[in-house]
């Protein structure tokens, strides 16, 4: 039987990115154009910066995945676009590119939710430490952790979802984010404050952590005020060890809620696999505290996986092509859609 090749489009916050997909799986090609830089001076996304730089990178990322991949128009059996959540005028830039293509090709329209492709960066073959396997099998727990999202999920079948937790206020991303601003760290934060927290001691300064006993439910907000007290009473952001050791003690604090809540979610609900996903789960702390708290197998993509790319909205595109899912030509953007 042919394969069936997908192309994913993702705009929905400050990556483009394009990628080709063969059979939900094989990624042929996976292009991301980053607006770090673009963004680095604000120390976040500037919202319009960011759809503007859409629009310029948009069709030289689509041109270059579809090179890099070998495949031409004909080759492709569908488009698959990211329509939320994520912001508005970012997430308009991919679905009208999208559906231009689609329609100019005659080819199906995928409407895919950016939390969902997330999940779906575990069924992308790649070979490095801590790979999902094919053929995964359900129930399966999702972390899913970025600058936008932290919510906890059930995933009972390919689109069958349960909502057990989530964030009451700033998404693990956001926090990481925010703290690196206060530290005055290189935006984005997360990577940043990974690197600053090395040889420091989580130990030696006490921060606080929201347990929300009984429920799968985040809060990072009084962690983030903690550390701006901390900052203030010092007069200014630490540096060399005491910098290291704030970085630390902050990332600590972050991991040990996620690790513990993830793990009882996957006990809870005897899955058969937990998947760390988004941003944060390039951040190897949360990866080997998950890893020692769960009793079942944890997989997490490689780092360019767990950040946004357009490999894992095809790879989503691809099984709701199976699931006959098609997106109509008056296809909105939804910036606070959801997943369960
Ligand atoms: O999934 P993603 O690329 O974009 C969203 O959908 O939000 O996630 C970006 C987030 C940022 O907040 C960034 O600081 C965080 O992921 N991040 C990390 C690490 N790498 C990226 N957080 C902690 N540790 C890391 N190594
Ligand atoms: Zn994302």
Redesign the pocket.
């Known amino acids: 039987m042919a394969e069936i090749r997908v192309l994913g489009i993702e705009t929905?916050?400050d990556?483009t990115a394009a990628a080709v997909v063969a059979d939900g799986r094989r990624m042929l090609s996976n292009v991301v154009a980053s607006q770090v830089e673009l963004h680095a001076r604000y120390g976040g996304v500037f919202p319009e910066l960011a759809s503007r730089a859409h629009i310029e990178a948009i069709v030289p990322v689509i041109q270059q995945a579809m090179q890099e991949a070998h495949v031409g128009w004909g080759d492709l059996d569908a488009v698959a676009v990211t329509y939320g959540p994520g912001l508005v005028g970012s997430l308009l830039v991919g679905v009208n590119v999208a559906k231009g293509l689609a329609l100019g090709r005659g080819l199906p329209l995928l409407p895919v939710n950016?939390l969902e492709a997330?999940i779906y960066a575990h069924w992308l073959e790649v070979r490095a430490e801590g790979a999902a396997p094919a053929g995964l099998s359900f129930p399966l727990v999702a972390l899913i952790v970025?600058?936008?999202?932290s919510e906890l999920l059930l995933m009972r079948d390919h689109g069958d979802y349960v909502y057990l937790g989530g964030t009451l206020d700033d998404?693990?991303?956001?926090a990481?984010?925010k703290v690196?601003r206060l530290l005055e760290l290189p935006y984005?934060?997360?990577?940043s404050?990974?690197r600053a927290a090395a040889g420091g001691d989580p130990e030696s300064i006490h921060l606080p952590r929201a347990w929300l006993e009984e429920s799968y439910d985040f809060s990072f907000s009084g962690l983030k005020t903690a550390v701006a007290r901390l900052v203030e009473q010092r007069g200014g952001p630490p540096r060399g060890k005491a910098l290291a050791d704030m970085a630390a003690a902050f990332q600590e604090a972050v991991v040990d809620v996620l690790a513990s809540k993830a793990a009882a979610a996957a006990r809870e609900h005897t899955a058969a696999a937990l998947l760390l996903c988004?941003?944060?789960s390039?951040?190897?702390r949360?990866r080997e505290l998950v890893r020692r708290r769960a009793d079942c197998p944890v997989y997490y993509p490689p780092?360019v996986l767990?950040?946004?790319n357009a490999a894992m909205t095809a790879a989503c595109g691809h099984f709701r092509l199976l699931a006959g899912a098609r997106a109509g030509w008056d296809l909105d953007v939804e910036p606070g859609l959801r997943l369960a």
């Open positions: 929905s916050c990556e950016h997330h970025s600058g936008g999202h998404a693990a991303g956001e990481f984010d690196g984005p934060g997360g990577p404050i990974e988004g941003g944060v390039a951040n190897r949360l780092p767990c950040t946004d």
